[in-house]
């Protein structure tokens, strides 16, 4: 069975996402390695002790290992450490025909080193953006972009880009698991942190990070002192949300019981900030979770968000913004009803089991 081993953005259990989400499904035709980053540790263990101490097996063809370097070593040393460990990783379990797929700009120097037979670089976001990444990110995005076989990209503006440094750059956005976000469309359970939160409910799921627009969010909480601003996510070190009476951040949840609290929003938000490089190159998840669960969504103006013009609201300004949630709120039940089933219908095309294909069959053609 051909493996893949994947460098991922993200460890296994933290905000389920697109690289758990593929990786589970590749799992179903290939053996799958799926490398959480990197962490330094005080005592210098051998490849043997991590491999035994720091693996996970999710299912029989799904392995994580979650990676200790020694913290003694300086970092050419430690990118050796971290390369003979993959590769002793790979003996141990028996990977061989390898797909490389790397999430990751830093890790470009990993191709070629595990005798690969493919190198797919996924490229998730503008990490060169990012506040907290190195100035170095960028020289190791173009130079990964250059030696991957395949770039898969999240957004039209960023496999525009990609596309002028290697041609086989193409556009898989994220998806949705359709079936678990639909729930939230049924009577669950309402979670204990949000049932004494006023209505209406104005919500967000995902991370609290520079990218959000939070002049938006404070006009919106200033304007509206009735409405409930409720972020469901990690809110990211250094990051300094509005906090107002009507504001709540309820931090990071379990992927399984996200259909949950969007089933306790009145409506749905993506307020990012329109004019952020990070978020023009973005291509946010929920949108499709939203989708999926069927309630109204407002987003701001974003490129990857535009082919769902038809089924949600996207606002020009934090004006317009403020006029959509109004409206949305009071939709009819009839206006809600074809809504929801033209965003459910739309989300049902987006999921990830179409994007596991679209990607199988690029893989295919080109290789």
Not at 198 to 211: I, N, S, T
Not at 295 to 309: G, R
Not at 316 to 336: I, M, P, W, Y
Request: aromatic share 12%; net charge positive.
């Amino acid at each position: 069975m051909p493996a893949v081993i994947c460098i991922s953005t993200s460890p296994w259990g933290f905000m389920f996402q697109r690289p758990q989400q593929l990786m589970t499904l590749f799992s179903e035709d290939f053996k799958i390695g799926y490398i959480n980053p990197p962490v330094t540790s005080k005592p210098a263990l051998s490849y043997e002790e991590v491999i035994r101490k720091y693996t996970d097996i999710i299912n029989p063809n799904l392995i994580v290992l979650k990676p200790r370097i020694p913290k003694i070593l300086n970092h050419s040393a430690a990118s050796r450490y971290y390369v003979e460990l993959l590769k002793n990783f790979s003996l141990e379990f028996g990977f061989k025909d390898i797909i490389l797929w790397i999430c990751l700009p830093q890790f470009e120097y990993l191709c070629g080193q595990l005798d690969e037979k493919l190198v797919i670089y996924d490229c998730q976001d503008d990490y060169a953006s990012f506040s907290w990444t190195p100035d170095t990110t960028r020289e190791y995005d173009q130079r990964l972009t250059e030696k991957a076989d395949i770039v898969i990209t999240v957004s039209g503006p960023m496999q525009k880009t990609k596309k002028k440094i290697n041609p086989l750059s193409f556009l898989v956005p994220n998806g949705c698991d359709l079936q678990h976000f639909n729930s939230a469309t049924k009577i669950l359970g309402i979670p204990t942190d949000i049932l004494n939160i006023r209505k209406p409910r104005v919500g967000f799921v995902g991370a609290v990070c520079e990218w959000i627009d939070f002049r938006l969010i404070t006009e919106l909480a200033e304007k509206e002192p009735d409405w409930s601003i409720v972020m469901v996510g990690p809110v990211r070190r250094n990051i300094k949300p509005p906090h107002l009476p009507n504001t709540h951040y309820l931090g990071l949840k379990r992927y399984h019981i996200l259909p949950n609290y969007i089933r306790q929003f009145d409506v749905c938000s993506i307020p990012f900030d329109q004019n952020s490089t990070i978020s023009k190159n973005s291509c946010p998840i929920k949108l499709f979770e939203y989708m999926a669960s069927g309630k109204p969504v407002v987003s701001t103006n974003l490129p990857a968000v535009n082919f769902a013009k038809r089924v949600i609201e996207i606002a020009a300004d934090s004006e317009d913004f403020h006029c959509k949630v109004n409206r949305l709120l009071k939709e009819t039940s009839f206006d809600a009803a074809q809504r929801q089933a033209k965003q459910i219908s739309l989300a049902r095309a987006n999921t990830w089991w179409t994007r596991y294909k679209t990607i199988g069959y690029i893989m295919n053609k080109y290789f």
